[in-house]
């Protein structure tokens, strides 16, 4: 069964707003905590030094995870 050049545009037009829609997502994610930080600070009693580190290890987990998720997804073809 052939996908006529019509149906194949819609599903690759789907792809890409869901790939964008993700990719907003988690840029949100990443900025969400830093961006309460300062309103959690007196509830939890951080010091600025302990908020930054809090920040700093999420963006480091995020930095030393990047390798093993970025060849996980090189693993599966593309098509």
Do not use: H, N
């Not at 030094?49 to 693993?75: F, H, K, N, Q, W």
């Amino acid at each position: 069964m052939a996908i006529s050049s019509a149906t194949f545009a819609r599903s690759a037009g789907r792809l890409v707003a869901v790939g964008c829609a993700a990719q907003v997502l988690v840029q949100i994610g990443a900025f969400v905590r830093p961006a309460l930080m300062p309103g959690s600070m007196p509830l939890w009693k951080l010091s600025y030094r302990e908020a930054g580190g809090i920040t700093a290890r999420c963006y480091g987990a995020c930095m030393l995870s990047a390798p093993v998720r970025i060849t996980l997804t090189d693993c599966v073809e593309g098509s």
